[in-house]
């Protein structure tokens, strides 16, 4: 069964640091997420893809993330510098298309010390 | 924007009981409501879902009831098992874009 990868599954890193993480959806799957899941909370939306195109990244802290869909295929999610309140969990889902059932990657656990 | 409000936080249930986990939402307009499952260190994987044409949907153990005019929907799961022990996740989209808003988290526990 196709899943959707997702690497590092953890980075350790320090504050003003740079890090990225990376997404590789399943394949057909147009429409790609990226989710924040703080420890004993639910996953919160950074940003959705349509193919290569941004359609949501109000939630997004552009200071310092920013993501990309170059090939609307695989994505990269950057942060620079890290700060120690992004230590969280991010997590990566895919669907068909905007209206269809999303499925998750394993996700990434960033610890920012 | 949407808010989803999930209760209880916590619940532990002893196996072969049922379980009930309810979630409100904010947005009138809101019309998809997914309801996931993460285990320890796993990915959250859809369990269910329902959408506002339609106020129960069920799928063996588990079943979902929907009420529009409250603003309320309820997952059920039947004769608990040790496995159904994780959190669960409810959610609900906002507007048309099917971006769901998630709920906090119970975490269920199931005692054999």
């Known amino acids: 069964e196709a899943e959707v990868a997702q690497s590092p599954r953890y980075k350790i890193t320090e504050k003003s640091q740079a890090v990225a993480f990376w997404c590789d959806p399943i394949?057909?799957?147009?429409?790609l997420y990226w989710y924040r899941q703080i420890l004993g909370q639910g996953p919160e939306l950074l940003v959705q893809f349509q193919d290569e195109s941004v359609v949501d990244d109000s939630q997004l802290p552009k200071d310092r993330f920013s993501a990309e869909r170059l090939k609307g295929v695989d994505s990269t999610l950057k942060i620079q510098p890290a700060e120690l309140g992004d230590s969280a969990m991010y997590l990566c889902a895919s669907s068909f298309g905007h209206a269809q059932t999303q499925y998750f990657g394993p996700g990434t656990r960033l610890l920012v010390l | 924007g949407e808010n989803v409000e999930q209760h209880p936080s916590t619940l532990s249930v002893q196996e072969g009981d049922s379980a009930v986990i309810k979630c409100t939402y904010s947005?009138?307009?809101?019309?998809?409501f997914p309801w996931y499952k993460q285990e320890l260190g796993k990915r959250p994987q859809l369990i269910i879902d329902?959408?506002?044409?339609?106020g129960e949907k069920k799928d063996q153990r588990i079943a979902v009831t929907l009420n529009k005019t409250a603003k309320h929907f309820s997952l059920h799961i039947t004769e608990t098992q040790p496995e159904d022990s994780a959190v669960y996740f409810c959610a609900a989209s906002y507007g048309g874009s099917y971006i769901p808003t998630f709920g906090r988290g119970t975490s269920l526990i199931v005692h054999p």
């Open positions: 329902i959408r506002s044409n339609v």
């Open positions: 947005d009138s307009a809101s019309n998809y």
């Open positions: 394949s057909g799957h147009a429409t």
